[in-house]
């Protein structure tokens, strides 16, 4: 018997354990936790499935009881069904006694102003009652219809009471019109060559009508010509002897020196006049709007 011969040796690949697995393995060793761990694993792995079991046997529906059935059923019986009148929607026969107008023919009529009307309070307060012929043509062929109308009242002229003025009202033979007036307070300073200050009394002055010069007619610093249509404030022509102007006013017109202000009522304006040292302070209290009566025309 022949011997066979022995064949090359095998040489199995030598495995490793990480080191970080097995110093974990050796310290559980240890610490005698290895049956701990192999618990949980079990746990991790059992627990899946007892859920999966328990909740396909909770899940099948409870049978139906037969008590639910006749209580339905009583429910359902309460209901009525109603039929439904087709003739309430229909629109000729819900607006049979409606008519048709004709946007084109004129309803409201005044009656003409005859020369024989009466005049005074009795035509202002009266009203006249016309008769206006309105078309209704409907599906069904109606003849018109003759409807009364009620015209609003005719205001008669008032009597002649003398020729008026522009833009105001007329009281007998004179025409009033109407302006702004200012009432204004000014208060004069003067600057001694020592250096004090003499203060004057304050002046008020009311109802002060364009145009007019302040603070008087001989010592002319502003003159007054009426206001701003737009704003409501008062304007002011500024003296070419005012040589500084101090205050909140606004100027309209000038380029060096301002020609024309723009007062605030309330904020007061200082001007100085030359060299003396002499300045006025002027403040507009308020503006009102006045009547001012003119006198009559002379008989020619």
Same mark, same amino acid.
């Given at each position: 018997?022949?011997r ?14 990480p080191a ?7 310290d559980l ?14 746990a ?10 328990s ?7 409870a ?7 006749p209580?339905?059923?009583g ?6 069904v109603?039929?439904?009148?087709p003739?309430?929607r ?6 049979a006694?409606?008519?048709?107008k004709?946007?084109?023919?004129q309803?409201?009529t005044q ?7 009466p &005049?005074?309070? *009795?035509? /202002?307060?009266s009203t006249? @009652?016309t008769e %206006?012929? =309105?078309? $209704?043509e409907? &599906?069904?062929? *109606?003849? /018109?219809?003759?409807v009364? @109308?009620?015209? %609003?009242? =005719?205001? $008669? ?12 009202a007329?009281t007998?033979?004179?025409p009033i ?11 004069k ?18 109802r ?15 003159a007054?010509?009426?206001v701003?249509p737009v ?6 022509l500024?003296?070419t ?11 309209v ?8 202000l723009?007062?605030e009522?309330?904020f007061?304006?200082t ?17 009102n709007?006045v ?10």
């Amino acid at each position: 018997m022949k011997r066979l011969k022995k064949g090359p040796e095998l040489k199995m690949p030598e495995l490793k354990v990480p080191a970080a697995l097995a110093d974990l393995f050796y310290d559980l060793h240890d610490r005698r936790l290895l049956p701990f761990v192999a618990l949980l694993v079990v746990a991790i792995v059992a627990v899946p499935f007892l859920l999966a079991n328990s909740g396909s046997s909770s899940s099948v529906p409870a049978p139906a009881t037969a008590s639910s059935v006749p209580a339905t059923a009583g429910r359902t019986a309460r209901f009525t069904v109603t039929q439904v009148d087709p003739g309430l929607r229909v629109p000729r026969k819900r607006l049979a006694k409606r008519h048709a107008k004709d946007p084109f023919i004129q309803r409201f009529t005044q009656p003409p102003v005859s020369a024989g009307s009466p &005049t005074g309070e *009795s035509a /202002a307060t009266s009203t006249a @009652v016309t008769e %206006t012929s =309105v078309s $209704s043509e409907t &599906t069904s062929g *109606s003849p /018109a219809v003759v409807v009364p @109308v009620e015209s %609003t009242p =005719v205001p $008669s002229s008032p009597p002649n009471a003398g020729s008026g003025g522009a833009g105001g009202a007329t009281t007998g033979a004179n025409p009033i019109t109407y302006t702004w007036a200012i009432d204004v307070k000014v208060m004069k300073t003067t600057t001694n060559p020592d250096g004090s200050k003499e203060k004057g009394e304050p002046e008020t002055r009311e109802r002060i009508l364009p145009p007019a010069t302040l603070p008087a007619k001989k010592t002319q610093v502003v003159a007054y010509i009426g206001v701003n249509p737009v704003t409501e404030k008062p304007l002011f022509l500024v003296s070419t002897e005012v040589t500084s102007v101090f205050g909140e006013a606004k100027c309209v017109a000038g380029t060096t020196t301002c020609q024309l202000l723009e007062m605030e009522p309330t904020f007061p304006e200082t001007f100085s006049i030359g060299e003396a040292g002499v300045t006025y302070k002027i403040n507009v209290l308020s503006v009102n709007r006045v009547p001012v009566p003119k006198p009559a025309p002379a008989a020619k």
